[in-house]
């Protein structure tokens, strides 16, 4: 064990005791051994009675050492050759080849240990890259208790790394060192053999590890929808429709993001700024997502994001209202369809005197026009143009606080909500000009539903008032009362 020891020590490790336990955990104190290496006589002493369990701090203070481990249950389930595959289609067949001659070894749980530095130390502390969820035969007392008073099923490590700060127990443990008292084995190469790879082969490893995560992923971030008045009657907002249309090519490479390889319904990016290297992933089984690892781009990371949001953040800094604003403009979103609207008669015209037969003489008016620009650009102006245009046809009852309109044969209660006089009100402000974008500001404002609402309460004033519901009998404006709206 001595040799061992001291042929992991003189490949530059930082060489430590484990524990002979079971725990597989360091032995006595080792926290300073993460910053520095003991000298060769502390190793000489600790192993020279041939003390079983051999372990290495990894991360900087041994040159920058990470070991990628895959768990027994990864390894007896396929995901050595999987993992192998992911390295290999993203064009990296000689990465695989270098980490997968250069040092490994087995542990007596059946894992496997890829040991491998990262060039300029530049590694991070251990990280978790794939998980499942715990099958039934796997729960322990303790995950049942989870999952029936949390309903939470837990998760079980596929493949994991141990970098800065992390221990990893190396052959030729054994014995004690474990809870079976077998060995850890060496499978391929030597302490000094262990190969070095850049940080972007380092991150082309990771991405191919998380790959083989199994967990369901998180769910996306609910996309904003802006204030979209067709949406809420049944249109298709503009995200909406992006998120349907756009590809994450048009979103993510004008941007700098480059496609480092396709595997298949995946594509695999990388960042702006850097060579090589996997920095996130869209498509997959999950959606149709983008899923960002690193920290070190303008996207939250860890998250799923649509295509909509992701548009947003990287070209409007998330004002979620100006990214629709400009999508609407290159023709995203359907407007919602025209409501029903009640269907009004022709618009006549009313005589002062009734004719001979003493009905009411009706001459229909010409199709509607422009409102003239000589009426004030305000609420009253629009009341002034609604009861010169259409005042032989609509009347104003302050006793019920209800408007009426001329069917062609007689007159009718206009439903609470202005029904037929609310029309006769769009149709001015429709004809409304457009001249300059204070006439255009005015025009859009007088279009909604207070606009119209402004125009019919100014309008109350200048109308012909109609006293009650029964009317006198023989005047112009004969009344045929109704209890019924129509």
Do not use: C, M
């Given at each position: 064990m001595l040799s061992a020891a001291l042929d992991w020590y003189d490949a530059g490790c930082s060489v430590v005791r484990v524990a002979t336990d079971g725990t597989k955990a360091p032995a006595g104190q080792w926290k300073e051994y993460q910053r520095r290496r003991p000298g060769r006589d502390q190793v000489v002493t600790w192993f020279a009675d041939g003390h079983p369990g051999i372990g290495v701090v990894c991360g900087p203070v041994s040159g920058g050492l990470e070991m990628l481990e895959l768990e027994g249950r990864a390894v007896s389930e396929g995901l050595v050759?999987?993992?192998?595959?992911?390295?290999?289609?993203?064009?990296?067949?000689?990465?695989?080849?270098?980490?997968?001659?250069?040092?490994?070894?087995?542990?007596?749980?059946?894992?496997?240990?890829?040991?491998?530095?990262?060039?300029?130390?530049?590694?991070?502390?251990?990280?978790?890259?794939?998980?499942?969820?715990?099958?039934?035969?796997?729960?322990?007392?303790?995950?049942?208790?989870?999952?029936?008073?949390?309903?939470?099923?837990?998760?079980?490590?596929?493949?994991?790394?141990?970098?800065?700060?992390?221990?990893?127990?190396?052959?030729?443990?054994?014995?004690?060192?474990?809870?079976?008292?077998?060995?850890?084995?060496?499978?391929?190469?030597?302490?000094?053999?262990?190969?070095?790879?850049?940080?972007?082969?380092?991150?082309?490893?990771?991405?191919?590890?998380?790959?083989?995560?199994?967990?369901?992923?998180?769910?996306?971030?609910?996309?904003?929808?802006?204030?979209?008045?067709?949406?809420?009657?049944?249109?298709?907002?503009?995200?909406?429709?992006?998120?349907?249309?756009?590809?994450?090519?048009?979103?993510?490479?004008?941007?700098?993001?480059?496609?480092?390889?396709?595997?298949?319904?995946?594509?695999?990016?990388?960042?702006?700024?850097?060579?090589?290297?996997?920095?996130?992933?869209?498509?997959?089984d999950h959606g149709d997502y983008l899923y960002v690892w690193t920290t070190s781009t303008e996207l939250p990371a860890e998250t799923a994001l649509s295509k909509w949001r992701t548009y947003a953040l990287l070209n409007h800094d998330g004002d979620w209202s100006a990214a629709a604003g400009v999508l609407r403009r290159q023709g995203y979103g359907t407007p919602a369809p025209e409501p029903a609207r009640p269907v009004l008669a022709p618009l006549p015209t009313i005589t002062a005197t009734p004719s001979a037969a003493g009905t009411l003489a009706i001459v229909h008016q010409p199709p509607d026009t422009e409102v003239e620009s000589t009426y004030a650009r305000s609420d009253d102006g629009n009341a002034l143009a609604l009861i010169d245009r259409y005042g032989a046809v609509l009347r104003y009852c302050p006793e019920r606080g209800r408007w009426l309109h001329w069917t062609g044969v007689r007159w009718e209660w206009c439903a609470s909500g202005g029904g037929h006089a609310r029309e006769y009100a769009k149709r001015i402000a429709r004809a409304l000009p457009e001249d300059d974008q204070a006439a255009i500001r005015h025009k859009a404002r007088s279009l909604g539903a207070v606009g119209t609402t402004a125009m019919l309460t100014q309008g109350r004033h200048r109308s012909p008032h109609r006293r009650g519901p029964r009317p006198a009998r023989r005047t112009p404006l004969r009344v045929e009362h109704t209890d019924r709206d129509h």
């Open positions: 050759l999987a993992l192998r595959e992911h390295v290999e289609g993203a064009g990296h067949a000689e990465l695989w080849q270098r980490i997968a001659t250069g040092y490994t070894e087995t542990s007596p749980s059946g894992g496997l240990h890829i040991l491998y530095r990262v060039d300029g130390g530049l590694v991070d502390g251990n990280t978790k890259l794939a998980e499942r969820p715990a099958r039934d035969d796997e729960l322990t007392h303790d995950d049942h208790g989870l999952l029936a008073t949390k309903g939470k099923r837990p998760r079980r490590t596929l493949l994991e790394t141990r970098g800065r700060g992390g221990f990893v127990v190396v052959a030729p443990s054994h014995g004690p060192v474990h809870p079976t008292g077998r060995a850890w084995r060496t499978v391929t190469g030597t302490p000094a053999t262990i190969p070095t790879i850049t940080p972007d082969e380092r991150d082309v490893l990771h991405a191919a590890a998380r790959a083989l995560d199994q967990l369901p992923p998180p769910p996306p971030i609910p996309d904003p929808v802006p204030l979209d008045p067709d949406h809420r009657r049944g249109g298709t907002p503009p995200g909406e429709d992006f998120n349907q249309r756009a590809t994450w090519n048009q979103i993510l490479e004008p941007h700098g993001w480059r496609v480092a390889y396709q595997q298949g319904t995946r594509t695999y990016w990388t960042r702006p700024g850097k060579a090589h290297g996997v920095s996130a992933v869209t498509g997959g």
